[in-house]
């Protein structure tokens, strides 16, 4: 497809097609979660109809060919981020799983009382709670580089909280919360300056941007499968080998050796060292499916879009006495966050939906940042490649009739 046709791409998401209390849905909330194409759900069903057997452990038919298709996903992986080789494609549970391996293993083996992990002020909880806990494990502290009010974290803060005790920086590419887009190559070099390792949430980056992992050149880059139209329960961690080398096993199990006896066991190499047990066959090859599916569109053209979308939407709600975004970053992507005066925004989400309009409310997983914003907090619509511009004018007017059933604006 060399032209972003976006009612074509809409009809090889099943989901999107129903009617939520009468009317057509408007699926507002992909970054919670995507859909998934159709051609994620053949994989799916695929390998459960065809070639269901455990990989690795088996030389049987089946067993290969599950393999085969399983591994043959490192190098989708590889290839959409750029990274530089497949042994640094880790397969975990998300982002959620591989942010925790690496604040426990990265953290047993270098993190020592006195250090300090730098975290921004727009983190997930999911990048924000694992380097508490390590902290708490190791005598670490964690430093906050934070946001000001337009949810944007300067450069010149981010310096500013790195030291010479900095052991490593994580942060998000973009926020869950607001969108803010971070200039995560930039940061990753100051970090690199200050002897400090990188970790970079690309949770939300990955189904709307051209990663490219060579050119940010951080150490560890995390991502979920269900945030790129894939699975749910499947995602990566990618590092670098000669890093990733380093760290001491994550969880034991088998694969991840290469020889068990009752007083040691010798390790697997990269990658399976760090995969431990059966892992989520089904959900890797159904990832692999996403990547190739969204490697099959013109990704100018798909930034484009959202980009157009997100705009649009901004002007639209603008315009709308008693709304008021929140996160005004130059250069955000896919999420628009706003409050209603005198609304709170559940009731506002829940009025939504009754319009078919699916949208979030509440902290969105990144509770210090609302508070520090001083929002209890927001309701978020999220954009992505399948939405439309006649969906932002129905959001548009699910909100004025919201407004008016409430009251308020
Ligand atoms: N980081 C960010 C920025 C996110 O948006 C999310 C999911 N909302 C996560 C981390 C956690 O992802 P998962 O729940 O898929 O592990």
Same mark, same amino acid.
Request: aromatic content about 6%; hydrophobic content about 45%; glycine content about 10%.
């Given at each position: ?72 996903? @490192?190098?989708?992986?590889?290839? $959409? ?5 497949? *042994? /640094? &494609?880790?397969? =975990?549970?998300?982002?959620? +799983?591989?942010?925790?391996?690496v604040a426990d293993s990265f953290g047993r083996a270098f993190v020592r009382?006195?250090d300090?992990i ?16 390590l902290?708490? @494990?190791s005598?670490a502290?964690? $430093? ?5 009010? *337009? /949810? &944007?974290?300067? =450069?010149?803060?981010?310096? +500013? ?6 052991r490593l ?26 002897g400090a390792r ?21 150490d ?23 890093l990733?080398?380093q760290l001491p ?161």
């Open positions: 497809m060399s032209v972003l046709d976006v009612e074509a791409l809409r009809a090889q998401f099943p989901a999107l097609d129903q009617l939520v209390h009468g009317k057509p849905l408007v699926y507002l909330d992909n970054a919670a979660t995507t859909q998934k194409a159709q051609a994620v759900l053949d994989a799916l069903d695929g390998y459960y109809r065809g070639d269901c057997a455990n990989v690795h452990r088996g030389v049987h038919t089946l067993s290969a060919r599950a393999g085969e298709r399983f591994e043959a996903v @490192r190098e989708t992986i590889r290839a $959409r981020l750029n990274a530089t080789s497949t *042994d /640094g &494609v880790i397969f =975990t549970a998300g982002t959620t +799983a591989a942010i925790n391996l009382p006195g300090e730098l975290v921004s002020g727009l983190e997930h909880h999911s990048n924000l709670v694992p380097w508490q806990l902290c708490q @494990r005598g502290v964690l $430093r906050v580089a934070h946001a000001d009010a *337009d /949810g &944007v974290v300067s =450069t010149e803060t981010f310096a +500013a909280a790195l030291s010479e005790r900095t920086a994580a942060f998000t590419h973009v926020s869950n919360a607001l969108g803010t887009l971070n200039p995560v190559a930039k940061w990753t070099a100051l970090a690199h300056r200050a990188v970790l970079v949430d690309g949770a939300q980056a990955v189904a709307h941007l051209g990663v490219d992992l060579q050119a940010i050149d951080c560890f880059y995390a991502f979920s499968g269900h945030k790129v139209y894939g699975p749910t329960g499947i995602g990566a961690l990618v590092g670098k080998p000669e990733l080398e096993p994550w969880q034991g199990g088998g694969d991840m050796i290469s020889h068990v006896g009752y007083e040691c066991s010798e390790y697997n190499t990269l990658p399976w060292r760090l995969e431990a047990g059966t892992p989520h066959i089904a959900g890797a090859i159904g990832l692999g499916a996403a990547l190739e599916f969204l490697g099959g569109l013109p990704l100018d053209e798909l930034v484009a879009h959202e980009d157009r979308l997100l705009e649009r939407a901004c002007a639209e709600l603008d315009a709308i006495p008693g709304v008021v975004r929140v996160g005004r970053a130059p250069r955000r992507v896919s999420v628009l966050s706003f409050v209603v005066d005198g609304a709170h925004p559940s009731d506002v989400a829940t009025l939504l939906d009754l319009e078919g309009v699916a949208v979030r409310s509440g902290h969105h997983c990144a509770q210090p940042l609302l508070e520090r914003l001083g929002l209890p907090g927001t309701v978020r619509a999220s954009f992505s490649l399948y939405n439309t511009e006649a969906e932002v004018e129905r959001l548009a007017a699910a909100l004025r009739k919201a407004l008016r059933l409430l009251g308020v604006g």
